[in-house]
């Protein structure tokens, strides 16, 4: 399965910005919501935002208000433009296609993932 590919991670200062961007395969963009995880040491993979096919976006009550998910379709990439930095969203940033299942009703990442980008914000 093709794994997606983020860049634009970095170290910044908290207050900063950084832009994350995410290319993956057409098919699997244009058929599926994608969307940002990160993962802090020592602690579970968590959804930062989340964007539907119908531009329907999600977030993460921790990020709420300070980052912005958008997804361009001509060239199969998604965002993620992250303002007013702090050190707790020091992480490894991933992002992915997910499946809705219709039976739970919930969105289910793809089983491939690609090497994340680290996030790094200095206080």
């Known amino acids: 399965q093709v794994q997606p590919v983020e860049s634009g991670g970095g170290l910044v200062q908290a207050g900063g910005s950084l832009r994350l961007s995410c290319a993956t395969s057409?098919?699997?963009?244009?058929?599926?919501?994608m969307a940002w995880y990160r993962q802090a040491p020592g602690k579970q993979r968590e959804l930062v935002a989340r964007?539907?096919?119908?531009?329907?976006?999600d977030y993460a009550d921790s990020v709420k208000g300070r980052f912005t998910i958008s997804r361009d379709n001509t060239k199969n990439t998604v965002y993620l433009q992250m303002n007013s930095l702090k050190p707790e969203d020091t992480a490894v940033y991933y992002c992915?296609?997910?499946?809705?299942?219709?039976?739970?009703?919930?969105?289910?990442?793809?089983?491939?993932w690609g090497q994340g980008t680290q996030v790094t914000v200095s206080s």
């Open positions: 964007i539907t096919r119908g531009d329907t976006t």
């Open positions: 992915n296609a997910e499946v809705y299942d219709t039976i739970s009703r919930i969105y289910r990442p793809l089983n491939s």
């Open positions: 057409g098919s699997i963009f244009s058929r599926n919501a």
